[in-house]
């Protein structure tokens, strides 16, 4: 048998060193790949800049950045799955620059809504002090966040025209009040469940007297803006006051064709000593308002 030659020696060397240089080589290109790869990743899943790669969203970048939102990352809301963005590629490689119909611009985000804002929606549903409006309509109601807040480039204002489309019969019909939005009067983060705080009210009407009888009741307990906006005798007497026709000379009055706000005026309503003198004087001798209820 013939011994090997040293070139064959020197070849079987040199091709064991180059086999640990190989494995070396491809462990060192296979590690790179993975974290370009990872970092490539990383850039697509959570780098607002990614987006902005393309032509179609530098407007909506700018707004974002404006925007309450700027702290949330895109990726965020506008999630792809792997599908998805498969499709999304061989569509542009065919489409070319044509617009893409896709479901993270317009229709993905609207169901991430919840991820953030879910504490505000559920806590009013347990609590009512946070933010009761969301709890009835995104709870009670099943209202999806866009059919009432409308989206202009990452701009989520609510859409006042959208409570037209549910609450038909609640226009305002108030006399100066013809113009208001429902939002200027009705609190999404009301306490209680009719949504319209007290000092909505009192900003605009700052004459309205804030203690005394009564100062404790919600405006509207009183005056009603989608109905009957000033209240009457029948009001006051069907809602609280069902005994006073049996009190004193109030019946009497009352059979002379007077009515409550005729000696009572409103936001004050206690007749005093001094005040009845020119009040009761009007039909006949001024008396002590004491004497009237006994």
Known sequence: MKRPGKLDELFEKVLEHA???????????????ALVGYRYYQYTQDNPQFCVSCHLMKEAFSEWQKGKHRDVVCQQCHQLSILEKNRLLIAYVVKSNQPLAQTHGREKPW????????????QGSVTMNKSYGHARHVFMRGLQ???CHKSSLHNFRPNEKA?????????????GM?????????SFAEKTPSMVPKDRCIKCHKKIETSGPMSELLCHKCHYPHGKIQPSSSTCLS??????????RHALHLKQGLDCISCHKPHSWVIKKNSSKALCGKCHKAK???SFIH
């Open 288 to 290: 002590d308002p004491s």
């Open 145 to 147: 966040c866009k059919e």
């Open 239 to 248: 809602e609280c006051h069902r005994n006073e026709t049996s009190v004193g």
């Open 19 to 33: 086999k640990g240089f190989v494995l070396a080589a491809f462990v060192t290109v296979a590690g790179l790949s």
């Open 178 to 186: 013809e113009a208001f939005s429902c939002l200027q009067c009705h």
């Open 111 to 122: 169901k991430a809504c919840r991820g953030c804002h879910m504490d505000n929606i559920a």
């Open 163 to 175: 409570c037209q489309s549910c609450h038909k019969d609640k226009g305002v019909h108030g006399v």
